[in-house]
T-cell receptor, first 111, second 114 residues
Framework: GEDVEQSLFLSVREGDSSVINCTYT??????LYWYKQEPGAGLQLLTY?????DMKQDQRLTVLLNKKDKHLSLRIADTQTGDSAIYFC???????????FGKGTKLSVIP | EAGVAQSPRYKIIEKRQSVAFWCNPI?????LYWYQQILGQGPKLLIQ????????DSQLPKDRFSAERLKGVDSTLKIQPAKLEDSAVYLC????????????FGQGTRLTVV
């Protein structure tokens, strides 16, 4: 089946930029998403990007997509302690409403 | 706009017992999913409904899990009998139409089987 891979942990200092990376295998992916999960909470949709886009910026968040390498990244500028959470990358294949998730990257922000 | 509602938030049962979870999606959302999230992993799709019909239940352990979405709105997910490995958070999500904005998730039900 299709696969989504992420590194498990990332630690950054408050005020620095965080970059969370994701790779996927489904070449027919149409949309790619980033979700945030805080302890004990459900998944919160942060942002998404269409597969025909290279970049999308939304306030402190920048999503970069390299479709050739099937690589997606999420950059968080000026990372704050409130950004500490698990970030999930997810992809949606062509003709499907289903999302395939990675295992999540735990972001720890050091004050 | 109200979000996806799930209940209960927490449930502890003994193995071999039965349990049911309830989900009320966002109004007007035709597509509803149930995901299972085991600790330390990403959510895994169990079943997808489009209105009141099942679109994909290929990953649902049908010998013990069942789900229904009567009238194309609320949904229930049942486990009977539960096993220790069913301990997880069960997440319900809904999508409007083509869902380009991704699925909206409820807070989940944390199930502990002892």
């Amino acid at each position: 089946g299709e696969d989504v891979e992420q590194s498990l942990f990332l630690s950054v200092r408050e005020g620095d930029s965080s970059v969370i990376n994701c790779t996927y295998t489904d070449s027919s992916s149409t949309y790619l998403y980033w979700y945030k999960q805080e302890p004990g909470a459900g998944l919160q949709l942060l942002t998404y990007i269409f597969s025909n886009m290279d970049m999308k910026q939304d306030q402190r968040l920048t999503v970069l997509l390299n479709k050739k390498d099937k690589h997606l990244s999420l950059r968080i500028a000026d990372t704050q302690t409130g950004d500490s959470a698990i970030y999930f990358c997810a992809e949606r294949g062509a003709g499907s409403y289903q999302l395939t998730f990675g295992k999540g990257t735990k972001l720890s922000v050091i004050p | 706009e109200a979000g996806v509602a799930q209940s209960p938030r927490y449930k502890i049962i003994e193995k071999r017992q039965s349990v049911a979870f309830w989900c009320n999606p966002i109004s007007g959302h035709a597509t509803l999913y149930w995901y299972q999230q085991i600790l330390g992993q990403g959510p895994k799709l169990l079943i997808q409904f489009q209105n009141n019909g099942v679109v994909d239940d290929s990953q649902l352990p049908k010998d013990r899990f069942s789900a229904e979405r009567l009238k194309g709105v609320d949904s229930t997910l049942k486990i009977q009998p539960a096993k220790l490995e069913d301990s997880a958070v069960y997440l319900c999500a809904s999508v409007i139409g083509a869902g380009v904005w991704g699925a909206f998730f409820g807070q989940g039900t944390r199930l502990t089987v002892v």
